[in-house]
């Protein structure tokens, strides 16, 4: 029942110049722990080189390490996240 909130930074890097953002578009996909895709979207770049989407979890999401494919340009970069269950603390204070 949750919403993971991602972000990033591209740049586009050549010998001998300064790193400046691409435009365009990233293609953007994660995969739950199942390996079943549960987005797959096309995210604008903004004028800085940064880009941002959500993706809600239902309460029946599955748990364990999502992979994020984030592809601009015939690259790709991985990351990976984890949906754990939350655990109540529970602690009793004594005199």
């Known amino acids: 029942g949750e919403t993971v ?4 930074l591209v740049r586009e890097v050549a010998l001998g110049r300064t790193p ?3 435009s ?3 293609a953007v996909k994660v995969d739950d722990a199942r390996g079943t895709t549960v987005l797959t979207k ?10 941002a989407f ?9 748990l364990g390490d999502y992979y994020v494919n ?3 340009q015939d690259q790709t970069f991985r990351e990976t996240f984890s949906v754990e269950e939350f655990k109540p603390v529970s602690f009793e204070i004594v005199d």
Request: hydrophobic fraction near 45%; avoid cysteine; charge should be negative.
């Open 42 to 51: 096309n995210v604008p770049i903004s004028a800085f080189g940064g880009f």
């Open 54 to 62: 959500d993706l809600p979890l239902d309460e029946a999401a599955a």
């Open 5 to 8: 909130h991602f972000k990033g």
């Open 20 to 22: 400046v953002p691409p």
């Open 70 to 72: 984030a592809t601009i």
């Open 24 to 26: 365009g578009r990233v």
